[in-house]
Structures are given as C-alpha cells and as structure tokens.
C-alpha cells in the first residue's frame, strides 16, 4: 500500500512523495543506470551486460518491426522505454518489502492510455478521417457491417482496459497468492513440531510461486508490449486487417 | 458508491478545508481504516487519493526515462549496433579482397609455371633436333669417307685384278711356250705364243 514519505499538497491534491513514488525513481533509476553504464564501454565485441542491453534493443526492434512494420519504428524509443520501465517495476517489485508500481490499478491505466492516445493522435494525424478505417475490416458483406462496426469500436474502447486490468492484476494477483501463502508458512510455524512439518508445503509453494512471479514479471511486460505494437501497427496502418 | 460510503462513516474527522474537501475526507478515512487492519477501507490499489501523487511521479519518472531513452541509450546502442555491423562487413571486404588477391596470385604462379614448362618443352626439343642434325651430318661424312674407301679399295682390287690377269697372260705364255716345246720340239717364236693365249683368253 502506499505510504507517504515527503508530504505535498498543491491546491488541495495529494501530490506526496511517496514509497510509489520512491520506486518509480527506482526503477528509473535502475534501468537507466544499467543501459547506460553497460553500454558505456561501447565495445565492438560485447562483454555479458552489454548484451543484455543489446539483446533487449534488439529484441524490441523485431518485435516492433514485426508488429507494425518499419513505419512503425518511430514509435521505438516509446515501446521500448514502456517495456523496460515495466519489466524493471515488475522485477524490482520481486525484492521482499519493496513495492510494486506496477501492482496500481491507476499507473498501468496511465501507461495504457498513454499507448491508446498515441495510437489515436497519431493515427488522425497521420491519415485524418481515414483512420476511422480501423473500424471496418475489409472484405465483410453490407449487412453485417453496422454490427462488425459496433464489436471494433467496442473492441478498441475495452483495449486501454483490458491492456491496464491484465498487468495490474497479474502483478497484484501473484502479489498477494505470494503473501497468502508466505503468511501460512509464519502462521503454521508457531503452532509448534507439527505445525513446522506441515508448514514446509507451503513454504514449497511459495518457493515455486517466487519463480512462477518472475515469469510473469517478464512475461507481462512483453505482452504490454506486443500489444503495444500490435494497436500502433493501427495507426500506422488503418484498415490494414 | 465505495468511496462514497467510505466517506459517510467517517464525516465527522475532518471538514476543514474549503476547497476539494472529499479528496482530503477519502485520505483520511483510508489512512484510519489501514490502521484498523479491518475490511471497511477501500482495496489499497483502487484508493483513488494516491491517484494524483502516483500519475504525477509516473509522469515525472516516465517522462524523464522516454528522454534518456530516446535521447542517450537508443541512440548510443544504435551506434554500437551499426558500428559492429560496419566492422564485420569492412572485414568481410577485406577478407573477400585478401582472397581474390590470392587468387590472381595463383593464377600468375599457374601462368608461369605453364610458360616455364613450355620453355623447357621447347629447349628439350631444339635439343633433341640439334642433335639428331649432328648424328645426320656426321653419318653422311662417314658414309662418304666409306664410300671414298670403298672406292679407292674398289680401285686397287681392279689394279691388282688386272695386274694379275696380266702375269696371268705371261705365264701361260711361259707355259704355252714350254709345253709346245715339249710336244713339238721346237721353239715357237714368243709373237705367236703372245697371240695365241690372248685368242684363247678372250
């Protein structure tokens, strides 16, 4: 939960220094401080940690080009700061006792909206009116069209909320099954011999669910930003499906 | 409707301020109810007086990581990316260079070897031609010495040959000339004797 550390009020909001907030610099703080320190050297022959730096570019870069082709790379900066800032919350919300900035309903809606307005300032800039063709697939006979119509607009409406829902619940979810089953291990320990033998259950399910946590950790951003791609790939291409 | 309700069981803590008084009341009543340790507070991340710091900060830290990214790691990376890529392909090049320079290498080496083993094809024969001129040139000048000896050798057997026909003629002359005189008695003068044997000899 969040905990104010630096008190700020500003015309009657809340605007506080909080542990949230420590951890968003965190990561900040981390992720940069790994790029840039790894990447300092800039060797023709890679050590380990400039790989991973190189890996990760590159593996943003093809999914990017994949997703919404080589128009799509001017959006490469963004994917890849979303997926990097998201992956290191995720990874640094798996320390014991450090908070997950992830695991806020509101910080991954601001993030999913923040893909959505691109995808629509852009896609009206870019193609003007013609980017409503996001909305109507080609090749569907003139009676359904009204009907297909209202599922695309639906379906582009619920994408901020499923996009934001998804990662915060996965984060918040695998948080709290850790913490249910964490409690059970110190619970159970305290009732005596049995209670410490029937307590190494648990303790085997937290253990599996630590690894299990940071699959999702990765997993989730990946998918934040595949989804990411695949909305940009409509607005760089409307009425491309 | 959660909020609100939240917001009636606990009016009476704070009314204070003048303005964006509800913000303040859910604060308030979110704090208490984390400290109660029971059900009635609001689920923390659905706390909506957070809302404000945490879309501030994220703005902030997002922000500044899309400017470091966009502006300082993306770029450099890139830069690493394409120098490594210039690197590989300039040694390729020079690789490629290296080989073809090897190839005309070869190709000069193949090339005079071939000429050189012509050139020696060609000595061998001149060799081979001069000599048999010579052994042609010395056969015909003994051929001929022979021929000449043979010749000479020719000459005298017929010297001889005619020498001894001759010494042949006398002594059937002699023979002649003693024989008549036995059978006959009498010396036949030498002029018949001569004529008769050359009569019989022819």
């Known amino acids: 939960m969040v905990n104010t550390i630096v008190p700020i009020h500003v015309g009657g909001l809340d605007l506080s220094f909080t542990n949230a907030s420590l951890f968003m610099v965190a990561t900040l703080a981390l992720a940069v401080g790994f790029l840039v320190l790894t990447t300092a050297s800039r060797a023709v022959v890679p050590g380990r940690l400039q790989s991973v730096s190189e890996l990760s570019y590159e593996f943003i870069a093809s999914m990017l080009r994949e997703g919404a082709g ?25 320390v014991p006792y450090f908070f997950t900035v992830t695991s806020q309903i509101i910080v991954t809606f601001a993030l999913a909206l923040f893909v959505i307005g691109t995808v629509l300032v852009y896609g009206f800039y870019k193609h003007g009116l013609h980017f409503l063709n996001v909305f109507v697939p080609s090749g569907v006979p003139g009676v359904l069209l009204p009907l297909v119509i209202a599922i695309e607009v639906i379906s582009f409406l619920s994408r901020p909320i499923s996009l934001s829902v998804r990662l915060f619940a996965n984060m918040l979810a695998g948080h709290i099954t850790l913490k249910v089953f964490a409690g059970f291990v110190a619970t159970l320990s305290t009732l005596g011999a049995l209670g410490i033998g029937g307590a190494i259950l648990p303790l085997i399910m ?7 946590e940071f699959l999702v950790a990765f997993l989730q951003a990946y998918v934040f930003a595949v989804l990411t791609c ?4 409509d607005a760089v291409h409307p009425g491309g499906h | 409707m959660f ?31 984390h400290e109660g340790g029971h059900g009635s507070g609001v689920f923390p991340p659905f706390d909506q007086s957070t809302f404000a710091s945490q879309l501030l900060w994220l703005a902030i830290t997002f922000g500044l990581f899309y400017i470091l990214m966009s ?6 990376i890139g830069s690493i990316l394409e120098s490594r890529q210039d690197t590989i392909a300039r040694d390729l090049d020079d ?12 190709a000069a080496y193949e090339q005079e070897l071939a000429a050189a083993r012509a050139k020696a094809n060609q000595i061998a024969n001149e060799a081979r031609e001069a000599a048999k001129a010579k052994a042609a040139a010395e056969r015909t000048a003994i051929e001929t010495e022979l021929n000449g000896k043979i010749a000479a050798a020719e000459a005298r057997i017929a010297e001889i040959k005619s020498r001894a026909l001759a010494d042949v003629g006398a002594i059937a002359e002699e023979t002649a000339s003693a024989v008549v005189e036995q059978l006959i008695g009498a010396r036949v003068p030498e002029t018949e004797i001569a004529a008769a044997v050359k009569a019989s000899a022819n």
Request: glycine share 8%; proline share 5%; charged share 15%.
């Open chain 2, 95 to 106: 690789a490629s260079r290296a080989k073809s320079e090897a190839d005309a290498a070869v």
């Open chain 1, 206 to 212: 937290t253990v599996a669910l630590t690894g299990l």
């Open chain 2, 3 to 33: 909020v609100t309700a939240a917001y009636a069981q606990s009016t009476p803590t704070e009314g204070a301020e003048s303005h964006g008084a509800a913000p303040a009341e859910v604060h308030t009543e979110t704090g208490v109810a």
């Open chain 2, 71 to 76: 502006k300082v790691v993306l770029p450099r």
């Open chain 1, 230 to 233: 695949m909305y940009l790939n």
């Open chain 1, 70 to 94: 080589s128009h799509g790379m001017k959006f490469f900066p963004m994917v890849f700061s979303l997926f990097m800032f998201i992956l290191t919350a995720n990874l640094l919300g798996m």
